[in-house]
Nanobody, 115 residues
Framework: QVQLVESGGGLVQAGGSLRLFCAAS????????MAWYRQAPGNQRELVAA???????TYADSVKGRFTISRDNAKNAMYLQMNSLKPEDTAVYYC?????????WGQGTHVTVSS
């Protein structure tokens, strides 16, 4: 059974940085597609960043130039480097991986940015 485990969230002051980590276990296949989403209280879940198997990337306009998504296929792992954090980045961040045609989600990690 494939499971995604996330880590790296926490409390940081505005202008600071965090790096989120997500690794898949239980699969012998590499993910075709990896993405980070976030959901703030009262809001819908939104796409933050995504990367295809060819390493093409997509970013939400609100994080362009500040966040970077990366992946390590050998480890079935993915990262989200978040710099110049703003209070509006506060949310629960979820990783998603599409492996062998199926979508899997991490449990979520809290990111809180104080002003």
């Amino acid at each position: 059974q494939v499971q995604l485990v996330e880590s790296g969230g926490g409390l940081v002051q505005a202008g600071g940085s965090l790096r989120l980590f997500c690794a898949a276990s239980g699969s012998i296949f590499s993910a075709n597609y990896m993405a980070w989403y976030r959901q703030a209280p009262g809001n819908q879940r939104e796409l933050v960043a995504a990367m295809s198997s060819s390493r093409a990337t997509t970013y939400a306009d609100s994080v362009k130039g500040r966040f970077t998504i990366s992946r390590d296929n050998a480890k079935n792992a993915m990262y989200l480097q978040m710099n110049s954090l703003k209070p509006e980045d506060t949310a629960v961040y979820y990783c998603q991986q599409v492996i062998n045609g199926r979508s899997y989600w991490g449990q979520g990690t809290h990111v809180t940015v104080s002003s």
